[in-house]
Structures are given as structure tokens and as C-alpha cells.
């Protein structure tokens, strides 16, 4: 890779040769994205709970490795990467929740008192299962809305962002994402 600025054309070339990069080169493959996967890492982790134990770049990097790995897969520019990626951390965020949730089931159970009920009841924010669950459901109905949920919600991305990735018109992004919200907002309880 060269030593100067890369243009977009660069990145593209070496997204495509991922997997057949040399380590120092895929690392600075991982530098050049940094900063987008950083942005949608905060993007997703800002819908998550203060005290979550993974941060915005502890879930960059996992999905970077996660990512990393893929042999299948034919990345055609930065915005489909980071599409991927999105989805990725999604993915990722959802694996945690969902062991999160094991984990408690499998704890030790505790006698509570009276006095002890308010330590424990903190209102629980957003839950993330219960929004990934809804989002399948509705992948099932309008498999391109949901798309369109999943990279603006969950990913951050702008409308023309998931208009270039999606290959749609902004038009369409804009319909999508109003029927989505409405179809989400009442499989949610009005909590969407």
C-alpha cells in the first residue's frame, strides 16, 4: 500500500483483496476504516445500557476480526463494509444480550427483602432482544424496510448512505423507513 493518501478506489481494491492482504497491509487496511467503524461502533452502543460491558471499541474491534475472517464474501466498496459491518456489531451486541440474559437465569438465586427491592429495580432500558426479535418478524413482511432499519438504526448510516448501499432511490429509503418505524412502533408497544 502506498505511503500516500489512498482514494477511495484504493480502498476499494484492497477490501476486495482482504483476504489475500499481508498482515502489516490489512492493518492498515484497519486504519484507514478506523474511524468509520469507530463511528458506527458509538452509533450502536449509544442505543445500549450506561453500564454495558463492552465498549465502542471493543465492539469495533470484534467486528474487524469477525469481518476480517470472511472468505465468502465480495466486498464491492467502503459503504457495502460497512453495511457489513452494521450488521456485524448487531449481531454481536445481540450474541451478548442473549448471554447476558443466560447468565442470570443460570446465577445463584438470592432472598430479597423488603428493603432490598429498591436496590434492585432499576428500569430497564431498550431491550435489544426484543427490537432484534421485532426486526426479524418484520424482515419476514418487507425484507428491504427492515434492511433499511438495520443500517440506519442500529448502524447509524444516512439516508443516501443506505440509498448507495442498498442500491435504491433516497425516495424509496425515506417510504421504507416511515412504514418500518410505524410497523415497529406497534409490534414494540408503542416503546419504538
Not at 27 to 45: I, K, N, P, T, V
Not at 62 to 80: L, Y
Not at 137 to 156: I, N, Q, S
Not at 186 to 191: H, I, Q, V, Y
Request: without cysteine; proline residues 2%.
Amino acid at each position: 500500500m502506498p505511503d500516500d493518501e489512498p482514494t477511495a478506489g484504493d480502498v476499494t481494491q484492497w477490501l476486495q483483496a482482504l483476504d489475500g492482504l499481508q498482515p502489516a497491509a490489512a492493518s492498515q487496511l484497519f486504519a484507514l476504516l478506523y474511524g468509520d467503524l469507530r463511528r458506527l461502533a458509538r452509533s450502536h452502543m449509544r442505543r445500549e445500557d450506561s453500564g454495558h460491558t463492552l465498549s465502542a471499541t471493543a465492539l469495533a474491534h470484534e467486528a474487524w476480526f469477525r469481518m476480517a475472517e470472511q472468505t465468502r464474501t465480495q466486498w464491492k466498496n467502503r459503504s457495502h463494509f460497512l453495511a457489513v459491518a452494521s450488521t456485524m456489531m448487531r449481531r454481536i451486541l445481540v450474541n451478548h444480550a442473549q448471554a447476558q440474559r443466560a447468565a442470570k437465569r443460570e446465577a445463584d438465586l438470592v432472598t430479597l427483602t423488603l428493603a432490598g427491592l429498591a436496590e434492585v429495580g432499576a428500569a430497564p432500558d431498550r431491550d435489544l432482544v426484543a427490537v432484534h426479535e421485532a426486526l426479524l418478524a418484520f424482515e419476514a413482511v418487507d425484507a428491504r424496510a427492515a434492511r433499511v432499519v438495520e443500517l440506519r438504526f442500529f448502524g447509524g448510516l444516512e439516508n443516501t448512505e443506505i440509498a448507495e448501499v442498498l442500491g435504491i432511490s433516497l425516495a424509496t429509503v425515506k417510504r421504507d423507513w416511515t412504514l418500518a418505524r410505524a410497523w415497529l412502533h406497534r409490534a414494540l408497544g408503542g416503546s419504538a
